[in-house]
Structures are given as structure tokens and as C-alpha cells.
């Protein structure tokens, strides 16, 4: 025994521990995230915000009356905050597209966000082909909650144009917002058409990755749950309501009950914020960088090789 414990110890390297390494530097480091946030006004998509990330984002914003929206255009706001839990920091920023779909004419409203997230592709690409790539900052978009209304049948023409014109850039987690206002029998219905829907049109949205065969039954049933579950019926509320001395929970009021946000009886809150901070930050990032990001560069470097752009700059 005591000559394979010797050997054991004389075969050991010490590689086994660079997990732990990049476990300490990542945590020294931080995080960034940066999640896009779209849809018509009124669907609770700031609240929904503020409901996965236990912070108020939209404090400071002022809501306009329905004149003040009339001339109202599409517009790109950030809000950033760095949050901190047991160690682990994350700079989480949100883009935030007040105005969109608010018009009257709709048409081509989409292109700001397009374009949003290629300048940030762009930016992203001079800085990785610059001298000094020790600080890049990524404000590349790692994943678009696309709020979807609960009322109506499926998607509308707006929802389709849109996401057509970004699910090649993007990880789209569509969402159905307000969820609380359609029966479960509706629910399961409306998922459905949005699900055909969403096929026919070829549109395609984020894909959660497959379960490593060593996870767990129980992860691979959550795992099958949570992809069974999409598009996500969402409720969000930062009101806390007290029931009981034992029993205090965010919810929201109504005169014939009280829903929980975080029970998974009444919504899929719980499983969208566990894909999304959980499971799948990190995949989302991935794919937005060795896909979305990698087929964008692939674009402008063909671009920079082609015969005429040579010719154009070498008369620049």
C-alpha cells in the first residue's frame, strides 16, 4: 500500500489543479454581460428586469402620457450596474429599446436595434485588431428577451420582420410577458402557435446546448423541462407580498387571488432566470462569440479581400 500511495504521488504533475486557477482568476476578473431587452410598451419588460436581477434599472426614468408618445421614435438606452454575489461580480448592462413598436407606421422600425448590435460587432472587431487588446470591452449583445404579447393569436407581423432581421445576429429568448392574464389552457396554446410559428417563418432562436452524459437524471429532466417550456410565460413584480408571518413572497395582488412570481405553478419566471444566470450565461456568451460574433468577422474580412475594396484602398 505503501509503495502505491509513492507512485501515486511521484505520477502526479499538478495539471489536475488549473481549474481552480481559472476558477480564481475569472472570479478576480468579473463578468460582463450584456442583455437586450425588446418589445411593444406596456408588456412589464422593465419590471421583468428588475425581477431577475433583484435591482431597480429604472428609477430615474419618466413614463410619457399618450401625447408625449405620438412623436416618439426608437431609441437605445443603456442602463448598467454592477452587481456582487458571494465573491462573484458581474457588470450586467441592459439595453433597454423604449419607443419600439409604438408608432403608428412600424416600418423598418427594427433597423436601430439591427444596426445597434453590428456597431457593437464593429467595435468589438477595431479593437481586436488593434495594438492594445489587454482592455477590450465587450459590449457585444449576448442575448435579446423578446417580449412577446399575450394577447391576439401567435405572432404579429412586426414580431416575424424583427426577428427575422436579427436571429443571425443574436441569441433570442422570446418571451410572453403578462402571462398572469391567460389561463394555462391558453398558455399551452399560445406556445404551440408561437413554436409553428417561429418554424415556418425560419426564424431561428437560441438553442440550449445538450446535457454532458454525466449530469444527473434530475439536471436532465430540469434541462428537458426548461426547452419544452419556450417561449417563457413571464410575470414580474417587485411588490412583496406578506400572506403569513412564515410565508412572504413577490407577487402581484388581484381581487380574486394572489400570484407568485417565483412558483412554477403560475409561471416560468423561475426557469427563465435559472437559464439565463444559472445554466446558460456563460453558453450564451459562447455562442455570441464563436457564432454570431465569428460569422460577422468572417463578413468583413472577405469584404477587405475582395479585388475592389484592395483597389479602393489603395488609391485611399
Given at each position: 500500500?505503501g509503495?502505491?500511495r509513492?507512485?501515486?504521488d ?8 488549473l481549474?481552480t486557477?481559472?476558477?480564481?482568476k475569472s472570479v478576480?476578473?468579473g ?8 418589445g ?5 419588460k ?8 433583484l435591482?431597480?434599472?429604472y428609477?430615474?426614468?419618466?413614463l410619457p402620457?399618450a401625447q ?16 456582487e454575489?458571494?465573491?462573484v461580480?458581474?457588470k450586467?448592462?441592459v439595453?433597454?429599446t423604449?419607443g419600439?413598436g409604438d408608432a403608428?407606421d412600424?416600418?423598418e422600425?427594427w433597423?436601430?436595434?439591427a444596426?445597434?448590435?453590428d456597431s ?7 479593437d481586436?485588431?488593434g495594438l492594445?487588446?489587454?482592455n477590450?470591452?465587450d459590449g457585444r449583445?449576448h442575448?435579446?428577451?423578446y417580449?412577446l ?14 426577428l427575422r432581421?436579427?436571429?443571425?445576429k443574436?441569441n433570442i429568448v422570446p418571451?410572453?410577458g403578462k402571462?398572469?392574464?391567460l389561463t394555462p389552457?391558453e398558455v399551452?396554446?399560445?406556445k ?7 418554424e415556418e417563418?425560419?426564424i ?8 454532458d ?10 434541462d428537458a ?5 419556450i ?10 407580498v ?6 412572504v413572497f413577490r ?8 400570484v ?9 419566471f423561475l426557469?427563465?432566470r ?7 450565461m456563460?453558453d450564451?456568451?459562447?455562442?455570441t462569440h464563436e457564432?454570431?460574433?465569428?460569422n ?10 475582395r ?9 485611399a
Amino acid at each position: 500500500l505503501g509503495r502505491t500511495r509513492q507512485w501515486d504521488d511521484k505520477d502526479y504533475v499538478g495539471f489536475a489543479t488549473l481549474p481552480t486557477q481559472v476558477h480564481r482568476k475569472s472570479v478576480k476578473k468579473g463578468f460582463d454581460f450584456t442583455l437586450m431587452v425588446a418589445g411593444e410598451s406596456g408588456l412589464g419588460k422593465s419590471t421583468l428586469v428588475n425581477s431577475l436581477f433583484l435591482t431597480d434599472l429604472y428609477k430615474d426614468r419618466i413614463l410619457p402620457d399618450a401625447q408625449g408618445r405620438i412623436p416618439q421614435t426608437l431609441e437605445i438606452v443603456k442602463h448598467a450596474v454592477d452587481i456582487e454575489e458571494r465573491g462573484v461580480k458581474v457588470k450586467l448592462t441592459v439595453i433597454d429599446t423604449p419607443g419600439f413598436g409604438d408608432a403608428v407606421d412600424n416600418t423598418e422600425c427594427w433597423k436601430p436595434i439591427a444596426h445597434y448590435i453590428d456597431s457593437q460587432f464593429e467595435q468589438y472587431f477595431r479593437d481586436e485588431s488593434g495594438l492594445d487588446r489587454k482592455n477590450i470591452q465587450d459590449g457585444r449583445v449576448h442575448c435579446c428577451l423578446y417580449v412577446l404579447s399575450p394577447f391576439g393569436h401567435g405572432l404579429r407581423p412586426l414580431d416575424i420582420v424583427f426577428l427575422r432581421a436579427i436571429h443571425g445576429k443574436v441569441n433570442i429568448v422570446p418571451v410572453i410577458g403578462k402571462a398572469d392574464s391567460l389561463t394555462p389552457t391558453e398558455v399551452k396554446h399560445k406556445k404551440e402557435k408561437i413554436r409553428q410559428e417561429l418554424e415556418e417563418n425560419g426564424i431561428n432562436i437560441y438553442e440550449f446546448p445538450d446535457c454532458d452524459s454525466d449530469e444527473d437524471e434530475e439536471f436532465k429532466a430540469q434541462d428537458a423541462e426548461m426547452k419544452q417550456s419556450i417561449p417563457f410565460a413571464v410575470i414580474g413584480s417587485s411588490q412583496v407580498v406578506m400572506e403569513s408571518k412564515d410565508k412572504v413572497f413577490r407577487g402581484r395582488q388581484y381581487p380574486w387571488g394572489t400570484v407568485e412570481v417565483e412558483n412554477a405553478a403560475h409561471c416560468d419566471f423561475l426557469k427563465l432566470r435559472n437559464m439565463l444566470i444559472q445554466t446558460h450565461m456563460q453558453d450564451l456568451k459562447d455562442v455570441t462569440h464563436e457564432v454570431h460574433y465569428e460569422n460577422y468577422r468572417a463578413q468583413c474580412i472577405q469584404s477587405l479581400t475582395r479585388p475592389g475594396a484592395r483597389d479602393r484602398s489603395s488609391r485611399a
